[in-house]
């Protein structure tokens, strides 16, 4: 069974920090890569991370870079993003994401979505 579910997300003020957890099936967590995607309102939905789940190679969009970092624990099939100095900017809703292809990029194809976690950041 297919299943992905997010937890961690809230309100924080900017400059702070939050993580977001991706509980995934062991099906799912077989993926070659998963990711996390975000969605602000009026807006369309983007990447932030992405990770090869065998090999730890890792990919950023840029307006993240050197802020949140994506990882993995194999041992509880579960998906990462640790998200610091926060900005007004950040405040979507997340999404865990399975079966990128590519890993990365501004359009990876998915094959799986969990429901979302919402992501406040005020100023």
């Known amino acids: 069974q ?3 579910v997010e937890s961690g997300g809230g309100s924080v003020q900017a400059g702070g920090s939050l993580r977001v957890s ?4 062991e099906y799912t967590y077989n993926s070659v890569c998963m990711g996390w995607f975000r969605q602000a309102p009026g807006k ?7 990770i090869y789940i065998g ?3 890792t990919y950023y969009a840029d307006s ?3 802020r949140f970092t994506i990882s993995q624990d194999n041992a509880k099939n579960t998906l990462y993003l640790q998200m610091n100095s926060l900005k007004p900017e950040d405040t979507a809703m ?3 994401a399975a079966d990128l292809n590519p890993c990365g990029g501004i359009q990876p194809i ?3 979505w969990g429901q979302g976690t919402q992501v406040t950041v005020s100023s």
């Open 2 to 4: 297919v299943q992905l």
């Open 22 to 25: 991706c509980a995934a099936s």
């Open 44 to 50: 369309e939905r983007e990447v932030v991370a992405a």
């Open 55 to 57: 090999g730890g190679s």
């Open 64 to 66: 993240v870079k050197g």
């Open 94 to 96: 997340y999404y865990c």
């Open 110 to 112: 998915v094959g799986y």
